[in-house]
Nanobody, 127 residues
Framework: QVQLVESGGGLVQPGGSLTLSCAVS????????IGWFRQAPGKEREGILC???????YYADSVKGRFTISRDNAKNTVSLQMNSLKPEDTAVYYC?????????????????????WGQGTQVTVSS
């Protein structure tokens, strides 16, 4: 059974940093691309990063230079390192597994591309 569980969310001040983790089970990270998404109140869910099994990374412009993604194959976890956080980064953050080992090219930001989702973790950036 495929399962993804996010953790690490919380309250952080603007300019601060936070690391989210996504623990996966039921599959291995070398067989599925992993995406990170976020959804702010009243807004659509948006893709912010995608990590292919060959370690290629896709970034949304809104997080480029501030967020990065990495994985630990031995622990079957994917981490999202968020730096220089802004109030507009406030959202529920989700990790998701794609059906294939590569991020789906130009459509990697579309939630419909991903087969399995975690429950989400809240990140609030506020002073």
């Amino acid at each position: 059974q495929v399962q993804l569980v996010e953790s690490g969310g919380g309250l952080v001040q603007p300019g601060g940093s936070l690391t989210l983790s996504c623990a996966v089970s039921g599959f291995t990270l070398d067989s599925h691309a992993i995406g990170w998404f976020r959804q702010a109140p009243g807004k659509e869910r948006e893709g912010i990063l995608c990590l292919s099994s060959d370690a290629s990374i896709y970034y949304a412009d809104s997080v480029k230079g501030r967020f990065t993604i990495s994985r630990d194959n031995a622990k079957n976890t994917v981490s999202l390192q968020m730096n220089s956080l802004k109030p507009e980064d406030t959202a529920v953050y989700y990790c998701a597994a794609h059906r294939h080992y590569e991020c789906p090219g130009s459509v990697w930001r579309l939630p419909s591309q991903y087969a399995s989702w975690g429950q989400g973790t809240q990140v609030t950036v506020s002073s």
